[in-house]
């Protein structure tokens, strides 16, 4: 039996996304295609791992399309954001979306990476879309911890 379960978030649960958003992003708000998301306002899905809190994904549903907002995991490589990818693709399917699609920034090599795994594509990339993000959101650093500067917005889906 699996250590990982996977729920819709509840009320309750309001004050540990709050942190974690803030803790993991930055801020209450994360930018992406020119827009501010306040991760803490939309659905979200839980990962529990052996009863605790360990995974976050935030999402967005509109005309027929899902867009994943955030993902975050306290423990890399233990299956947490598979676990929730999958299960926002079944939540996708029964609200019979067309689409699942994201965006990350060009630095983000290990997301494009899990994103490819989990059976995503890439779908486009706009040059130089962070300047834009970076009017919304300032905090967001010229470089990435491992130098590479960041200037592209990486989007990637998920065909249903």
Excluded at 78 to 85: E, K, R
Excluded at 93 to 108: G, S
Aim: proline share 2%; net charge positive; aromatic share 8%.
């Amino acid at each position: 039996m699996s250590r990982i379960k996977v729920r819709k978030a509840t009320d309750e649960d309001g004050d540990w996304i709050d942190w974690l958003i803030r803790e993991q992003w930055g801020s209450d708000f994360v930018a992406s295609r020119g827009k501010r998301h306040v991760p803490c306002r939309l659905p979200a899905l839980l990962a529990l791992i052996d009863g605790k809190r360990g995974g976050l994904l935030t999402f967005r549903i509109a005309d027929q399309e899902c867009e994943i907002v955030t993902l975050n995991s306290l423990q890399e490589r233990q299956g947490i954001g598979n676990a929730l990818v999958s299960k926002m693709i079944e939540m996708a399917k029964i609200a019979h979306c067309t689409r699942i699609w994201l965006v990350t920034t060009n630095d983000n090599t290990d997301a494009m990476r899990f994103y490819q795994k989990m059976g995503f594509r890439f779908s486009a990339i706009h040059r130089n879309a962070v300047d834009e993000a970076r009017k919304l959101k300032p905090s967001i650093p010229e470089y990435s911890n491992s130098g590479i500067r960041i200037t592209d917005e990486v989007e990637m889906e998920y065909q249903m």
